[in-house]
Structure formats: structure tokens, C-alpha cells
């Protein structure tokens, strides 16, 4: 329905006149007799007050398909960091209505997970900002260092607290639900291995490799990565080797060789190798090694070439995904110049 008809019908529906629509908004009844008459269109800032007036959103105002607002939805989460509360009702409303929904069930299921997540997230941000606020004024109490943990994902160093048996269970059952699918294997074998639980590792690490679409490059870096948990280093470090001179122009295997040698703390190794990695790569290139760059300088106190990696992450963004604003954007350049200020803080000190 065009939109001088859809706001003839919620006028109507409404039981306003158009003098009495017009009013309401400020402007002439003639204005909205075009829009009806689809002589002229609305000005875009009158659309939010169109649909409060209404009682709707600014989407049920047009007859977008399910389709179309998913796509405005997550396009929405991706690019703000903070939602308005009624927007966010009114996206939870819409995705719970289409959960029931067989034809859209699996989209309006992964939107609603993405939106509970988003608004997480959010609260998690101030409630790192506050708890890290409290603890400076106390330092030496534990009142919200829990918080903190909890907000910031900090290490708990309580086993009871810091295993990953919950995960290991979710996945371990979706891998024997979904024999043929590799993903679970994947999430299950990275929670094994993070709790050294190296012999259900290998299990199902064999159950990985024997699928069809199975990636041998990745195969073999779990292989390090058992390795590793076994405190096996000379053997980890041996398959490494071996991978990296079997596909030495790989991007994929300069990647986890990459982060294979952050994680052992190998950190000129591993630059080089996240330089390789995303020189390697297709266009567009994703940001993760140019991340790892900038954390390990951010690490040894280069906080002017983490810096200069912020910028070439933005430069990435503008050029190769054409991504110029939002507040992921602002997040990068404002992390950019704390890490500029730092590295003036560090000169002027003598570090």
C-alpha cells in the first residue's frame, strides 16, 4: 500500500479529520490532503510523530515485508550500540509475534537472540564502567570486583566458576543430534581443550576430521592445540611448523599460526604472522589480524603503533566494507586517541 493511502486508513481508523490530523502535526490540512492524494510525500521528521499519533512504529507506517524488517532490525543492532527502550519493545514484540511463525521462525529466532544480547551488552558496558568506578575509590575491597568479572569476562581464577561444563554439554548433545553438521564439533572441541579435557578432545576431534567439509588446515591446529593442553609444547610447536610450511601462503593457516603463538606469548612471532595472514587474505579483509596486531602492541606498551593499528582497522572498514560511520566506528577512533594520549603519557614520562 502506498503511504498516502496506508495514513488515509489510519486516519480514518483513527476517526481524525484531516484538519484535526494537521493540527496535531503543525502543519495545513491541505498538506495532508496531498499526501493522501500522493501529490507530495511526507518530510522524513515527520514520520515519528505521524506514527505515535497513530499509535504504531515508524515501519508500520509502510507495508515492509517480514523480510524487510528483519533486515532493518539487524542493521539497526549492528550498527547502534544503545537502543531506545520503546524501540526495543517494539522490536521484541514483532520478532516474538514471528517466533511462532513457521516460515520465519528460525530468522525471528536468531534476531530476538542477537536483541536480548545487544541490550546485554549494553547494561554490561555501564555496569563495567560503575563497578570499575567503585573500585578505584576502594581498591583493596571486593565489593564489585565480581561485577567487574562478570561485565568485562575477566578470568575467574575459582574453577568452579571458570569451566566450561554447561557449553561442553550443550554442544556435545547438538554434536550427537547433528552428527554430519562440523560446527558443534567445532564450539565443543574449543571448550574441551580450554578445560584440558584432551582425551574427550581427541574423540571427537577424529569424529571432525572424518566429515565431508571438514578443514584439514583446522583439523591440524586442534591437533596443536591438544597438544598444548597435554603440556606437550615441543610437540605442538612441531605441528605447527609442519602446517605453516605445508601452506605457507595460506591465510587461514598464518591466522591460527597466529594466534596459536599470541596465545604461547610468542609475540614477534605472532605479528609477523598476522601480517602475513592479512596481506594473504581475499578482499574485503576482515579486521581480526589487523586486532591482534593492535592488542600486542597494545601489550608491550607501543601504544603509538596500536594506535596506527586502529587506523589502518578504520581505513580497512571505509575502504574494503564501506563502513564510515556508527558506533562500532566511534568506539575504533576513540580507542585510537586513548591509545595516542598514552603513548604521549608514556614519551613524557620516559617510558
Known amino acids: ?15 481524525l479529520t484531516q484538519d484535526q490530523l494537521a493540527e496535531k502535526l503543525g502543519i495545513g490540512a491541505q498538506s495532508v490532503s496531498k ?22 512504529s515508524i515501519d508500520d507506517l509502510f507495508d515492509l515485508t517480514a523480510e524487510q524488517r528483519f533486515n532493518r532490525i539487524e542493521n539497526r543492532l549492528d550498527i547502534e550500540d544503545d537502543l531506545p527502550q520503546d524501540v526495543f519493545l517494539e522490536y521484541e514484540s514483532f520478532l516474538k509475534e514471528k517466533t511462532a511463525d513457521e516460515q520465519h521462525r528460525k530468522r525471528a529466532t536468531e534476531l530476538i537472540a542477537y536483541l536480548y544480547w545487544h541490550r546485554m551488552e549494553m547494561f554490561a558496558k555501564r555496569a563495567r564502567r560503575y563497578a570499575e568506578a567503585a573500585i578505584r575509590l576502594s581498591p583493596n575491597e571486593k565489593g564489585c570486583q565480581w561485577i567487574l568479572q562478570k561485565a568485562a569476562g575477566h578470568a575467574a581464577w575459582d574453577w568452579n566458576i571458570s569451566n566450561h561444563t554447561s557449553a561442553i554439554d550443550f554442544y556435545r548433545q547438538l554434536a550427537e543430534e547433528h552428527p554430519d553438521a562440523r560446527v558443534p564439533y567445532q564450539y ?33 591446529v586442534y591437533r596443536a592445540y591438544i597438544a598444548l593442553a597435554r603440556f606437550d609444547e615441543k610437540a605442538a610447536d612441531g605441528i605447527m611448523e609442519r602446517l605453516l610450511a605445508a601452506h605457507p601462503q595460506d591465510s587461514d593457516a598464518l591466522f591460527e599460526a597466529a594466534q596459536y603463538c599470541a596465545q604461547k606469548c610468542d609475540y614477534q612471532k605472532a605479528l609477523d604472522l598476522y601480517e602475513r595472514a592479512f596481506q594473504a587474505e581475499r578482499r574485503p579483509r576482515f579486521q581480526d589480524a589487523l586486532m591482534g596486531i593492535r592488542d600486542i602492541y597494545t601489550i608491550r606498551g607501543d601504544y603509538a603503533r596500536a594506535a596506527e593499528t586502529c587506523g589502518r582497522i578504520i581505513e580497512l572498514l571505509g575502504e574494503e566494507w564501506g563502513i564510515t560511520e556508527g558506533d562500532d566506528l566511534k568506539a575504533l577512533q576513540e580507542q585510537k586517541a586513548r591509545l595516542l594520549e598514552k603513548s604521549k603519557q608514556a614519551g613524557f614520562s620516559g617510558e
Do not use: C
Not at 500500500?1 to 476517526?15: N, Y
Not at 499526501?35 to 504504531?56: K, S, Y
Not at 578432545?201 to 572424518?210: G, H, K, V
Open 188 to 220: 565443543l572441541l574449543d571448550n574441551l581443550i580450554a578445560d584440558h579435557r584432551v582425551e574427550e578432545a581427541e574423540r571427537y576431534l577424529s569424529r571432525y576430521a572424518a566429515l565431508a567439509d571438514a578443514k584439514p588446515v583446522i583439523t591440524e
Open 1 to 15: 500500500m502506498e503511504l498516502g493511502k496506508k495514513i488515509r486508513q489510519l486516519r480514518f481508523k483513527a476517526g
Open 35 to 56: 499526501w493522501e492524494n500522493a501529490a507530495t510525500m511526507p518530510d522524513i521528521t515527520q514520520l515519528p510523530l505521524l506514527a505515535e499519533i497513530f499509535g504504531i
